[in-house]
């Protein structure tokens, strides 16, 4: 499809979908009493394939999804919004409706805890059984590494600087880049993992080339407690350097959201406005159910632990893992990238273990997802970067990364028709 026709029929946030029901009544199965029930938390990116799969894979099964978010809306593609280059392209989702197309149950609320003696999870709207238990809650920040248990701060610092790495973000974060007039502009990198790594490198060079386009008197400092991607930050140096201040391997020693000051081991700084992304954790849920792996040091992670090969959680055999929230996989090279792709990829992976061993089946060795990306080099003329990363097991069972870059000068919309299949083919939603 040319890219005039793809993004005429993609204008707009309020884009008609359908539901890919092949082989999928349109209406909710009617099930026997007494129906094993698989709960899946979290309606993302690794819940929403979950659910779709466990359908094809397990009619039998009841299935229920729980978020407090209605809609989905997805973070992938957002940087180029942010900065007015394009429109949002990527549909959102009435999650009930989708629930509905495809078979399964839907309730929207927020989850207070999980009790996994009685197998429930408690919710803001009554208490739901499970036999099998699919946790894709996916991340939160953790302002307490900054602010301790500073509630005034952790707000002020989540209502005035968002980060806009969740998606109830994204139109506050849009709102402040649009008011920037000018001045001092921070954004923080926290160490890793974090989710989608390369997207605020991504930002960071949309947010110069707004600021240079559109002659804003002022200057984004990047403080990034990692080294940074090679490919972006040569591109700050060489096509941004007026816009850009990169300070690699610095850590934050503090920040004071209200008087607008931050220090370093470099020393302190004033802000005009900043992006105050904290380091992130998975979602407080995996704590409150006790299901947190340990690190090298023997002492709780701020991840879930789970057996890579199988997805199940290390502390429970009726709970599945899937989605950003994943420990450590591999002491090769830690965390999967915590993408989109790689998040459909284990919440297919998790919902077939349970599909299996509801059936009586041995559990199976998962196939190890992949991950692909598409992220913007530059804005006008559009540039765009593709990453892919590939796993295999090695002989000795552990887990190995390969990672590929392919430069794309002359983009014609890869990074929509990519999003907009992964929608397709793991979600089973159809832009029309």
Sequence with gaps: MKRRTLLASLGGAGLAWTAL????????????RGALRVVVIGGGWAGLSAARELRRSAPELDV????????????????????????????????????????????????????????????????????????????????????????????????????????????????????????????????????????????????????????????????????????????????????????????LRSIDPFGRRLSTEDGEMHFD???????????TLVEQAGLLGLNTQGKPSRWAGVD?????????????LAGDLLDAVSPLFGHYPKTAHIATRLGSAAALQISALTRGNTPLQIALPHSICHVWLDADPVEQMRMEAQYRLRGDGLIVQSVRQHDNPQPRDEDLQWGLGLYAESLGVSAQ
């Design 308 to 320: 890579p090969v199988h997805l199940r959680a290390l502390a429970d055999d009726r709970v599945y």
């Design 21 to 32: 029901a092949a082989g999928i009544d349109s209406e909710p199965s009617t099930l026997p």
């Design 64 to 251: 229920l999804v729980i978020d407090r978010t209605p809609m989905l809306r997805s973070l992938p593609l957002s940087n180029p919004w942010l900065v007015g280059r394009t429109p949002e392209r990527m549909p959102r989702i009435d999650l009930a409706k989708l629930a509905h197309s495809l078979g399964y149950r839907f309730v929207p609320a927020e989850v207070l805890a999980i009790d996994r003696i009685q197998r429930q999870v408690h919710t803001t709207e009554g208490h739901f059984a499970y036999d099998w238990l699919i946790l894709a809650a996916g991340v939160d920040y953790d302002y307490a590494a900054w602010f301790g248990e500073d509630a005034r701060a952790t707000n002020q610092a989540r209502e005035h600087f968002p980060a806009g790495f969740l998606s109830n973000e994204l139109d506050l974060l849009k709102r402040r880049l649009d008011g920037f007039r000018g001045g001092d502009l921070v954004m923080t990198i926290p160490p890793p993992p974090i989710r989608c790594p390369p997207a605020p490198y991504e930002r960071a060079l949309l947010i110069a080339w707004l600021l240079k386009t559109q002659r804003i008197p002022g200057k984004l400092t990047v403080i990034d407690a990692g080294g940074g991607i090679s490919r972006f930050t040569r591109l700050f140096a060489d096509r941004y350097a007026d816009q850009i201040v990169y300070r690699p391997h610095t850590n």
């Design 273 to 283: 406005h900043a992006i105050l992304l904290p380091p992130m954790r998975a979602s």
